[in-house]
């Protein structure tokens, strides 16, 4: 009998809708080796990170980490979280701990060692690095630059496996960590074993986002891992959910710039050789993914900053003669309001945006709407303004509105009002925040980033 | 005159989500290789395609390529807008497939 690890995902995003738990209890079933789960997305935009705000209410959380929890408690196995909190900011990781405290009062757990790992940058240590090297883009567009981290208010690094040893090397049975490579959750633990590296983070790869590897697509119900020194094997909980080798390769493709090369810090993954076979009704397994090392150890900046304070208005426009000439129209609107407001502007004219998203003409894909014409027979215009304060984002958003509700165009027949106003009133949103950073930092010390301490949990 | 399909016809699943907050990506993936290969053979989906599709630059297609195991062809579009920022109004890239719904592909038995 070859050696086996067995493992199960839940979610690829804990906390973000509640894990079902039919599937999940199926799941456990299973004789696990350790549970993971990942917390994070950058998807959501910069907002969490650079407001290091929770992503999902704590209800949702605290459900899924008392699932998570209690039963790997019961069967004293390791459990991990990565990307804690959404943005996996030390706040967030703070609060998870503070969650898994109160669950394992309330269920008079057995103690247990606790490992938490950070992942915040000082920005401080990023300036002094750029004094003597190039801190090159992965996504953005330059390299870092003074300027940039001056706009920037965090910055995470995504931590590869290797703190994740070092937890467990110093007894950890929970690991809460901050911004994490997805995969690296459930690679760790398999490394850590002597599992094959392309296995190991293949398995991870496949495992992050739960039941999105299987077919029918479905969302946060249980599949199993299992890694073995020669293939893994997935196999989804939910009865009417399978893993097809078209599932799980179709899977590789998922929020990933490329199809079979995935980067990590410190290698690539080349699942470009692997074999995918169905091996039951439901099970798939796979082989012959491989791991390409890096000859330099680099991790994943991310980094948001501040831009400003948003006011919005919500608005639509019927009529069509003012539709025809609806470009002009908001034109016109934002030609009047920089004349009005000049006075507000400092500098180059940065104090202050105005944005128009006309909803049934290019809303949604704005410079890249194929569509030039609209067909619509009604536009809905959501005004959104991101200025220096909320005040000066307040004022302008009404202005803008009472230009809109009086505007002056050729044809024009209404005199009495040219927008529908939702409500005669101004929205105001979260601070509005920019990515800053996504850029790839090496470091000699993979453990450097990423302080790790221990606590003793429970009783 | 060749019968034409639309690629929706022909696809299972195309979609477009973020790839980092600077990039997303499109995916077409087919039900078996059968079709997918049909479909690459007909020379049809291309970069020059992508490209006048979005009406984009060419250095802005920052991947282009084929996955013959996912039955899949994937094209990664540097976002006008970075994700979230201010004017961008699709924050997850979750809405920036629909001009490769209705691609003709040439499809004789149609």
Redesign the interface.
């Given at each position: 009998m070859p050696r086996m690890m067995t493992t199960l995902s839940a979610t690829g995003a804990l906390g973000h809708e509640p894990i079902h738990r039919d599937s999940f209890f199926e799941g456990i079933k299973q004789p696990l080796d350790f549970i993971g789960a990942d917390a994070g997305s950058g998807d959501s935009g910069p907002f969490f990170l650079g407001a290091d705000a929770p992503m999902n209410p704590r209800e949702w959380e605290e459900h899924d980490l008392e699932l998570l929890l209690c039963a790997a408690r019961e069967r004293k196995i390791p459990m991990i979280i990565g990307s804690a909190g959404g943005a996996g900011t030390t706040r967030g990781v703070d609060d998870y701990i503070q969650i898994i405290r109160e669950l394992t009062a309330r269920h008079r757990l057995e103690p247990f060692r606790l490992a938490r790992i950070t992942s915040e940058v000082p920005l401080d240590y990023l300036r002094e690095r750029m004094q003597t090297e190039q801190i090159k883009p992965l996504g953005a567009a330059t390299p870092l630059t003074p300027e940039l981290l001056d706009r920037t208010s965090r910055v995470v690094a995504m931590m590869g496996v290797e703190p994740y040893f070092k937890a467990f090397d110093l007894g950890a049975d929970v690991v809460i960590a901050g911004r994490s490579c997805d995969d690296a959750i459930y690679a760790s633990l398999p490394l850590r074993a002597g599992f094959p590296k392309g296995l190991s983070f293949h398995l991870g790869k496949t495992l992050e986002c739960a039941s999105l590897v299987g077919t029918p697509s479905m969302a946060k119900e249980t599949i199993v891992g299992r890694i073995t020194d020669e293939y893994v094997e997935l196999e989804p909980m939910h009865p009417a959910q399978r893993c097809t080798p078209e599932s799980v390769a179709g899977h590789s493709l998922y929020e990933r710039a490329h199809p079979y090369r995935q980067a990590y810090p410190g290698g690539v993954l080349d699942t470009g050789g692997t074999t995918y076979e169905q091996v039951s009704e439901r099970a798939t397994r796979y082989w012959g993914s491989q791991f390409v090392e890096d000859a330099e150890y680099r991790v994943k900046l991310e980094g948001a900053g501040l831009v400003g304070f948003r006011a919005l208005t919500i608005g639509a426009v019927r009529d069509p003669i003012a539709i025809d000439s609806l470009d002009w129209v908001l034109d016109a609107v934002r030609q009047r309001t920089r004349e009005q407001y000049s006075q507000l502007m400092e500098g180059p004219g940065q104090d202050y945006q105005i944005v128009f998203h006309q909803y049934g003409k290019n809303g949604v894909m704005g410079p890249l709407e194929p569509v030039k014409q609209s067909l619509a027979h009604e536009i809905c215009i959501v005004t959104e303004v991101v200025a220096r304060t909320q005040e000066i984002a307040d004022l302008v958003a009404r202005f803008t509105l009472y230009r809109l509700l009086f505007p002056t165009f050729a044809g024009q027949k209404a005199t009495a009002g040219g927008i529908a106003m939702l409500r005669d009133e101004v929205l105001q949103g979260q601070p509005s925040y920019r990515w800053t950073v996504d850029h790839l930092l090496p470091i000699a010390d993979p453990l450097a980033l990423f302080p790790i301490t221990i606590e003793e949990i429970g009783a | 005159m060749t019968a034409t399909q639309p690629l929706h016809r022909l696809a299972k699943?195309i979609r477009s989500?973020?790839?980092?907050?600077?990039?997303f990506?499109l995916?077409i993936?087919f039900?078996?290789f059968e079709t997918y290969e049909r479909v690459r053979e007909t020379d049809v989906i291309t970069r020059d395609l992508i490209r006048d599709?979005?009406?984009?630059e060419d250095t802005q297609i920052?991947?282009f390529?084929h996955?013959p195991?996912?039955?899949?062809i994937?094209i990664?579009l540097r976002r006008?807008?970075?994700?979230?920022?201010?004017?961008d109004?699709?924050?997850?890239?979750c809405?920036?497939y629909?001009?490769l719904l209705t691609i003709p592909i040439p499809w004789d038995d149609a």
């Open positions: - | 699943t989500k973020n790839a980092g907050a600077n990039h990506t995916d993936i039900d078996n599709l979005y009406g984009v920052a991947q390529v996955y195991p996912g039955n899949a994937k990664t006008p807008i970075t994700s979230g920022d201010v004017g109004s699709d924050v997850y890239g809405q920036q629909i001009p």
